[in-house]
Structure formats: C-alpha cells, structure tokens
C-alpha cells in the first residue's frame, strides 16, 4: 500500500491540520498486528541542526541558533524521534510508519519501532531498517530497543537488561543493565547506561536529576550545578540544552552559564 501524497503544507514545513484527519484516518486502516512500544513517555533526540522532542505524546521542533519550540502536529504519540542527515523524524507505532518533520514530504511504512540512530531505525520484531525503510538486518536481543547511539561506524544499543553493540554481522553484549537505566551516552571510555538523562561533553559529565543539571569532573567531583525544570538533556552543536517540561526549552554553555540569544 502507498501512502498518501500531498501532505505537506506550504508554510514552514509544519503538517496541514486538515489533511492530518486523513493522515490519521488512513493509518488507522493500515495498522499493523505486531505489539506496538511503549508510548506517551518523554522522548528526546539532539543533533548539531537541533531538538526534537516528545511530551505527554506532543512533539515539538527547536531549530538552532535560535532554538525556538513549535509543536509539530502528529496524528498519534511517537514512539521513537530521530535525526538523520540533518532531518528530524519521527516513528508512529499504531500505524507502523515513519514520517519525516521538514522539507519533502516522505512517509515511509515500516512497522512499529522502538528506536532510532543517526543511521538506522530499530522494529519492535527485531528487524532494524534504514530511513527509507530498507531492511538492514534483524537483531535476537530477546527485549526491544530503547536507546541506540550510532558512533564511528558501530551501534550501541541499550535494551531493558543488557548494553549492546554492533557492527556490521557482529553483536556482542558490552554491560548487563537494570530497567531502570533508561539512557544511554557516551563517556570517554566507551557507552554506558545511566538512570537519569547524561551528557559527556568535552570530558565532563552532566548529570540531570531532581530538576537540576550537575557538572562533574571524570572522576565524579561535583564542580558546579544549576537548577532547571528540564526533563531531558542534549547537546545541541556547542550547547547544552535541556528541554520540557511542555514546549519549555533551556540552553547553557560548557560551564552552565545560560546561552545567550536562545529562547528563554
């Protein structure tokens, strides 16, 4: 089955709240038997281009320098947000499709995934695909995906037990995890899981956890903290950047000073 063509508005790249009621109607027709993730929970992805994220099921856009929220209308909550090559994309489980947030139109059928790379989308069933809905491979993790980092030519991959990576045919389990650890990042001795949302950026660790973010040294010395309402945490080109809870949107330089010339 295609999808539908012509559902781009003209102004701004946003999706037309009109044709959305078709959207939504379409894919309620398509939708697929396999079990569909977890959604509703907050979601986030960075890129140099900027945030995208998910509250409560609402999705919302930040582009840099200015890092302005806007809501990006869905007909449904995402399961998975992704950026590649520059385009922010975003995963709807109850249909099994993947549609893309700016630019060209492209909506792409490949049934629920769990999570998203910068290189490749992970299915529910195992089957990992790229952005145009290729078949890459299939992966026996035994748990879904929940975060995946794509990084010099391998992927980490973090289900609700183990720490994972892969490259190429080759898997290997790097860590055993709890399923409380729910984020993933990469420190300067390789991938590790954490249970609050982590950022290691130029050697030092941010930590956020009961709504403030912390500056740590690699040894874990506590240098300086600042207290936000942010619910997740990213890098953002040269900025760290915390966002909800909603549309709110904070960013800071390396010594958590707030960034100037961002939204506030």
């Known amino acids: 089955m295609e999808a539908p063509r012509g559902f781009r508005s003209g102004g701004g790249g946003r999706w037309n709240p009109a044709l959305l009621g078709l959207l939504a109607l379409w894919l309620g027709g398509c939708a697929l038997q396999a079990q569909a993730p977890e959604t509703g929970l907050p979601l986030a992805a960075f890129s140099p281009r900027g945030a995208l994220w998910s509250w409560k099921g609402r999705v919302y856009l930040a582009l840099a320098p200015g890092l302005r929220a806007e809501p990006i209308g869905l007909p449904g909550p995402p399961s998975a947000l992704g950026w590649n090559t520059g385009e922010p994309w975003a995963a709807l489980p109850a249909s099994g499709w993947l549609i893309s947030l700016l630019g060209p139109s492209q909506v792409v059928r490949i049934g629920p995934a769990s999570a998203m790379s910068a290189q ?134 390396a010594e958590l000073r707030r960034a100037e010339g961002t939204a506030r």
């Open 120 to 253: 490749a989308v992970y299915l529910a069933d195992g089957a990992v695909v790229g952005y145009q809905g290729e078949l890459l491979g299939r992966l026996e993790l035994h748990a879904p995906v929940r975060q995946a980092i794509w990084s010099g030519g391998t992927s980490y991959l973090l289900t609700a037990h183990h720490l994972w990576a892969e490259r190429g045919s080759l898997l290997a389990v790097l860590a055993k995890t709890s399923p409380a650890d729910r984020f993933l990042a990469l420190s300067p001795s390789g991938p590790a899981a954490y249970r609050h949302p982590t950022v290691w950026w130029d050697g030092f660790r941010y930590s956020l956890q009961h709504r403030k973010v912390n500056m740590y040294t690699p040894g874990g010395r506590l240098l300086r903290g600042r207290r936000t309402g942010a619910g997740l945490l990213g890098l953002v080109g040269n900025l760290l950047v915390g966002i909800g809870p909603g549309a709110q949107i904070r960013a800071w330089s």
